[in-house]
């Protein structure tokens, strides 16, 4: 059974996005680019909520092509073309080349893509995704990024979590540039 694992960005106070949706506390290193590698190898599918993937798609397909391209982005941009896209939205009729949108009963249509055959989903960003999908129980992997902020205000990394969910830590990262990764997996 295929698993989904989320990637996401957090502030120390929960949030990962500003109020408007800025994302420009998030700190990167290569060393985070290369770990973020690691699990981009466990993954042949990738999951975006619609947002997200308005964002990406412009971009990752032709990355790798720019004259100033980094390993990280030649690598991500070659793991994004191979994998199947899932874009989770009710509004969005069509996606790029090898995506695939899902809407209607979303919780459904996951729970019947995690039976499918296949390596793990990578669940990347998606803030409203990841509200839906906690609450369904859909993510089996969490890891978080904790970054060295505290913001104030913004959009949380949990909202409206109807009942509690148990996790098991099973390893944390430590970056130079302070960001803490935490891989959570539920209890």
Known sequence: ??????????????????????????TFDDAQFDFVGTLTEQADTALYGRKTYEMMEPYWPTA?????????????????????????????Q?????SRIISGDIVKKMHAEKQQGGSNILMIGS???????????????????VNPVI?????????????????????????????VGLHYEKA
């Open 127 to 145: 803030p409203s995704t990841t509200h839906l999908f906690t609450n369904a129980e859909l993510i089996d992997h969490y890891w978080l990024f």
């Open 64 to 92: 790798d092509q720019q004259p100033n391209a980094t390993n990280h982005a030649k690598n991500h941009a070659a793991w994004y073309r191979k994998s199947l896209k899932l874009v989770i939205s009710n509004s969005l």
């Open 151 to 179: 913001l104030g205000a913004g959009i949380p990394l949990f909202k409206d979590v109807k009942s509690m969910q148990k996790l098991k830590l099973l390893e944390t990262k430590t970056f130079a540039t302070g960001v």
């Open 1 to 26: 059974m295929k698993q989904v694992m989320l990637l996401m960005h957090v502030s120390l106070d929960g949030f990962v996005a500003g109020p408007n949706g800025e994302m420009d506390f998030i």
């Open 94 to 98: 069509t996606g790029g080349e090898n």
